[in-house]
């Protein structure tokens, strides 16, 4: 009896998948093909961008925005009607009249801010942001339809990311979009625990959804202290692209008058860099155009002769290479350079830079004097030749100073906070006692990662290129006070790439700092401290 018992509820529940099972494929052959629910009811998905931002609509619009913050029972309200116009003036579409009392500098910082925020999402989405594989009915009883969906996960810009962490609801009544509920499933940024924003749409008159009025509450908690946003929008006016005006059921015509001194605009920057506008309204985070800096390179290395010749008073040179065994001649060169540089950003991938600035070379090292005809001089009878033994090296010990002038050019671009740069600096350096000018191409090929606290992490490599043939003159006076020139041709083996790691920070708007390290054959300090403008 219990077999047969156990064998009536195996079978009622197979027949329950199998049903379950049919009533899946059923629903999803009934979704037409080439379509989902948002086309089968006449709904752009730019729809679910606007929900994220009002400023993903098309075209541009009014809005009357009142604004309460409880801080722990303390309660402050504030009014305000904000207006985005794209045509209005490249980087200041978005400004803000305030019909609130007198904002005190703390609020009217924070209101700036979030104007200069808002810049970051004024502009066309490349693509929609929702994701379509997450869009399903949760419930469809009668009129009603409600649709559930998500945002990327990739490929978002960084000033939207929190959208990840947001689910959306799209409730259809009669056939006709309502509103979009959007809650987080996971806390967000700044400390916000629980957030919630009911945005409402209407259909024009002339066609297409607008947004009419959007409620928001936010909730932030923090050391046990909680903060609770409540955001209220009406839209007051629309206009298309075209800026034709756009009408819509239960309009009510307002006109907005204000006074000067209660409009409130956040540019985005001068002239230069060009195209910095439209890289800011991207999402990019520019440094200010102009810059000057200090800074002090140093580095250490080691190199090898391969050539040595001298001459006296531009007569024929002589080969030295019998005499000395340059394989074995090696020379430690440290440089200490103190430099200056003023740069610019032409354009926001661009910029251009002069360098000036002087140095302090100390050479140390030896030139081996060639092994046989080191034993045969030394193997001569004292008689034939009154000289000392020969030794077995030249030591080389001494300082140089140079002047060092120059420019280049900065290649640089970033995804997220991923960052890549490529220095090419074109350097002369004048060695003034050998009385010579070298010609050094330095190219520095850098990758970054911008931090949440705003240090930017860079690792890359360094490369040195230069003519390694160098050729001057040092002056000596004989014992008759006559002025002879000693010339000289030197060519050794350098040392090409090492590697590199360092760091940026810019602080209180206007200063900025560096430092690199560069290991491996060649080490190297570099210490930057900047002011821009």
């Known amino acids: 009896m219990k077999n047969i018992f156990t064998k009536k509820i195996a079978a009622v529940l197979v027949c329950s998948f199998v049903l379950l099972f049919q009533s899946n494929v059923f629903a999803q052959e009934a979704q037409p093909v080439n379509s989902n629910y948002l086309i089968e009811n006449g709904i752009s998905p730019r729809v679910l961008d606007a929900a994220v931002s009002s400023y993903m609509q098309d075209g541009s619009f009014t809005e009357d925005v009142v604004i309460k913050v409880n801080k722990g029972g303390d309660e402050r309200t504030f009014h305000v009607i904000l207006i985005y116009d794209p045509s209005y003036n490249e980087g200041m579409d978005i400004r803000i009249i305030n019909k609130s009392n007198k904002l005190s500098k703390k609020e009217l910082k924070a209101?700036?801010?979030?104007?200069?925020?808002?810049?970051?999402?004024?502009?066309?989405?490349?693509?929609?942001?929702?994701?379509e594989k997450?869009?399903?009915?949760?419930?469809?009883?009668?009129?009603?339809?409600?649709?559930?969906?998500?945002?990327?996960?990739?490929?978002?810009?960084?000033?939207?990311?929190?959208?990840?962490?947001?689910?959306?609801?799209?409730?259809?009544?009669?056939g006709e979009l309502k509103n979009v509920v959007l809650t987080n499933f996971k806390p967000l940024q700044n400390n916000v625990v629980d957030y919630r924003k009911e945005?409402?749409?209407?259909?024009?008159?002339?066609?297409?959804?607008?947004?009419?009025?959007?409620?928001?509450?936010?909730?932030?908690?923090?050391?046990?202290?909680?903060?609770?946003?409540?955001?209220?929008?009406n839209t007051l006016d629309y206009k298309d692209m075209s800026g034709n005006s756009l009408s819509w059921a239960g309009q009510k015509k307002t006109t907005v008058e204000y006074d000067k001194k209660d409009l409130i605009t956040v540019g985005l920057g001068g002239t230069?860099?060009?195209?910095?506008?439209?890289?800011?309204?991207?999402?990019?985070?520019?440094?200010?155009?102009v810059g000057v800096d200090v800074f002090v390179y140093a580095h250490d290395q080691q190199m090898d002769?391969?050539?040595?010749?001298?001459?006296?008073?531009?007569?024929?040179?002589?080969?030295?290479?019998?005499?000395?065994?340059?394989?074995?001649?090696?020379?430690?060169?440290?440089?200490?350079?103190?430099?200056?540089?003023?740069?610019?950003?032409?354009?926001?991938?661009?910029?251009?830079?002069?360098?000036?600035?002087?140095?302090?070379?100390?050479?140390?090292?030896?030139?081996?004097?060639?092994?046989?005809?080191?034993?045969?001089?030394?193997?001569?009878?004292?008689?034939?030749?009154?000289i000392p033994?020969?030794?077995?090296?030249?030591?080389?010990?001494?300082?140089?100073?140079?002047?060092?002038?120059?420019?280049?050019?900065?290649?640089?671009?970033?995804?997220?906070?991923?960052?890549?740069?490529?220095?090419?600096?074109?350097?002369?350096?004048?060695?003034?006692?050998?009385?010579?000018?070298?010609?050094?191409?330095?190219?520095?090929?850098?990758?970054?990662?911008?931090?949440?606290?705003?240090?930017?992490?860079?690792?890359?490599?360094?490369?040195?290129?230069?003519?390694t043939n160098i050729s001057g003159f040092i002056e000596l006076t004989d014992k008759d006070g006559n002025m002879h020139k000693l010339d000289y041709q030197v060519d050794f083996k350098p040392i090409q790439w090492n590697a590199v790691v360092g760091m940026y920070k810019n602080f209180a708007k206007h200063w900025e700092m560096s430092f690199q390290a560069g290991f491996g054959q060649r080490t190297s300090v570099t210490a930057i401290f900047g002011y821009r403008f």
Request: a neutral charge; proline letters at 4%.
């Open 111 to 131: 209101l700036k801010k979030y104007i200069e925020k808002s810049h970051f999402l004024s502009r066309m989405s490349e693509h929609y942001l929702y994701n």
């Open 134 to 174: 997450s869009l399903k009915v949760i419930k469809n009883e009668g009129d009603n339809l409600v649709l559930e969906y998500y945002y990327q996960k990739n490929d978002i810009d960084p000033h939207l990311k929190y959208i990840k962490r947001i689910k959306g609801e799209i409730y259809i009544r009669n």
């Open 199 to 233: 945005v409402y749409f209407i259909k024009t008159n002339e066609g297409g959804h607008i947004i009419s009025s959007i409620s928001e509450k936010i909730v932030s908690e923090k050391s046990g202290k909680k903060e609770e946003v409540e955001i209220i929008t």
């Open 272 to 289: 230069l860099p060009f195209l910095g506008k439209a890289a800011t309204k991207m999402g990019y985070k520019l440094p200010r155009p």
């Open 305 to 386: 002769f391969t050539a040595l010749q001298v001459g006296f008073d531009g007569g024929d040179m002589v080969n030295l290479e019998n005499l000395f065994a340059l394989n074995e001649s090696t020379v430690s060169q440290s440089t200490f350079m103190p430099l200056a540089k003023a740069d610019v950003w032409i354009f926001p991938f661009l910029n251009v830079m002069a360098i000036v600035g002087g140095g302090q070379n100390r050479l140390d090292g030896e030139l081996v004097i060639n092994e046989d005809l080191r034993d045969f001089i030394n193997g001569l009878p004292g008689f034939i030749v009154d």
């Open 389 to 467: 033994n020969v030794p077995h090296s030249i030591p080389i010990k001494t300082d140089i100073t140079s002047e060092v002038y120059g420019g280049g050019v900065t290649l640089a671009g970033g995804i997220a906070n991923v960052n890549l740069s490529v220095n090419y600096q074109l350097m002369f350096t004048k060695i003034v006692e050998a009385n010579t000018t070298n010609m050094v191409n330095v190219v520095t090929p850098m990758l970054g990662y911008m931090s949440p606290f705003g240090v930017n992490f860079m690792a890359g490599a360094q490369g040195q290129f230069y003519n």
